[in-house]
Structures are given as structure tokens and as C-alpha cells.
């Protein structure tokens, strides 16, 4: 079964950037990718999707800061974040669906200080 593993969280200052990534196992030309995060207490939310055919659909909430893309190549889908907010800290989780197949990476946390 394909793996996820999510890459490049940490602390960063608010304004700041960070790239996350997120390696798979295997090919994800047949998946669309997906990126959530869950803050403390609050529910897993739903943030930027890239479709199999490369089309990116994004939360209001992060519409105009993050951007969403895949290399194929490379079976790694990124999750570009700009302009981040203390709000923004969470646990950042992909995601892939094939086939009605799901499958969740492990987490990455990354925290944003005022």
C-alpha cells in the first residue's frame, strides 16, 4: 500500500513561509491530492486539493496564501504557505484518493508565533 510522509514543518514568525511536502510510496499520477489540518481541539479541515488533472481548489480560509502542486515525477505533491498566522498553527496532514482508496499522511506540525 502507498505510504504518505509529510516534510518541512517547524516554528516560523508570523509573515513567514514554509513549503511543506509530501512524499508518497508510489505513483500518484492516478490521485487527487489533498492537504487538511487539525489545530487543537478543532476538527480535521479541508484546505487545498490538486486534482488528477492538475486543477487546485483551495479553502477560503488560505485562498491567496498557500499554494498547492504536485511533481509527478517525483510522486510529491508541496504545499506552498505564505504570509502564515499564529491562526494557522496545526497539525498539517495529505491526503490521496484513487480509485475510492484513501489514504492519510502521519502529520507535520508547524506553529506560527506572534
Known amino acids: 500500500q502507498v505510504q504518505l510522509r509529510e516534510s518541512g514543518g517547524g516554528l516560523v514568525q508570523a509573515g513567514g513561509s514554509l513549503r511543506l511536502s509530501c512524499a508518497a510510496s508510489g505513483d500518484i499520477k492516478a490521485s487527487h491530492m489533498y492537504w487538511y489540518r487539525q489545530a487543537p481541539g478543532k476538527q480535521r479541515q479541508w484546505l487545498a486539493t490538486?486534482?488528477?488533472?492538475?486543477?487546485?481548489n483551495y479553502a477560503d480560509s488560505v485562498k491567496g496564501r498557500f499554494t498547492i502542486s504536485r511533481d509527478n515525477a517525483k510522486d510529491t505533491v508541496y504545499l506552498q504557505m505564505n504570509n502564515l498566522r499564529p491562526e494557522d498553527t496545526a497539525v498539517y496532514y495529505c491526503?490521496?484518493?484513487?480509485?475510492?482508496?484513501?489514504?492519510w499522511g502521519q502529520g507535520i506540525q508547524v506553529t506560527v508565533s506572534s
Open positions: 490538486s486534482t488528477v488533472g492538475e486543477l487546485a
Open positions: 491526503r490521496s484518493l484513487s480509485s475510492g482508496t484513501t489514504i
